[in-house]
C-alpha cells in the first residue's frame, strides 16, 4: 500500500454525490463536476493528478461498462478509463442503484402540495404516478459496489481502493422549512433507503478488503436543513440536480476523512476474495 505522501496519481469515480454538481467552478457542465468536489480537493493537498471520472446520475453499471447518455453527449465506462498506474481510487456511487433521490423528490413535491387545499390533488397526482418511497434490497447496491472494486484491482492493481459513503441527507433537526414538508411515513421510508446504502458499502467493503469512509456515521448533526449542514436542501424547482447533495462544507470533509484514512498504513487483504 501507499502512504499518503507518495501518492502521485489518484481517480475519482462515482455518480453525482462524487462529482459535485453545483458547486464552483463547474469543470464539466454535464456530469455536474465540480473542480472542488472532495476528490479535487484530495489531490491538490497531496500534489497529485487526478483522473475525475465521476458523472451525476450514474449507477455502478455506469462505472463498470454501461455508457451514460445525456442527449447527444456519452460518456463512457468510468473503470476502463482509470490509468493502470493510478496509486489511490476513490468510489462514491450506489445510490442510483437503490433509487435513493429519485424516491426522495417526488415526495418532498407531493409533501408541498399536500400544504393547500388547493394544491392537494396534485400531491395524490404525484404519488399516483411515483408511488411511495420504497427503494431497493442492499444487496443490488452491494453486489454493484463489489463489482466495481473488483474491477478496479483488475485495471489498477497497486492501488489503494477508498469507498467513501454517503453522508445523512435528514437528521431530528431536517426539514426546518415548512414546504420543505415530506409525511413521516414518506420520511421513514428514505431514511431507510440510506441505511440499506450504508449497509451496502459496509458489505461491499467486507466483501473485496476495501478501505471505508463512514460517512453516514460522522455526518450526523450536518443534515438538511441542520445548523451547520453538509448537503443541501429541497431548494424548489423540480430536476434540480444539486438539491439534497454534498455542499462544498461536506465535500471539504469528505475530503478530510480521505485524508486522515491515508495516513494509516491501510488493510491488509488476504487471497480469498480480497482483490
Sequence with gaps: MNPAHAIRRVALIGSSFAAGPDIDPIIEATAGRSGNNYGEIVARHLGATIADLAVSGATTANMLSTVQRFGR??????VPQLPDDVELVMITGGGNDLGYLQSIMPAAMAGRFDGSVITRPLALA???IFGTPEGKDAEVAASGLTQVVRAVRDRAPGARV????YPVLFGADSLTDPQERIRPADLAAIKEIGRRLDQAYELAAERT???LIKTWEFSHGHAAGSAEPWVNGIRGVPGDGAALHPNAAGHRALADAVLALLRTDGPRRTA???R
Excluded at 477508498?162 to 459513503?165: H, T
Design 272 to 274: 480469498a476474495d480480497r
Design 209 to 211: 478488503g476495501a478501505e
Design 73 to 78: 453527449r456519452r460518456f463512457p465506462p468510468q
Design 162 to 165: 477508498v469507498l467513501v459513503g
Design 126 to 128: 404525484t404519488r399516483l
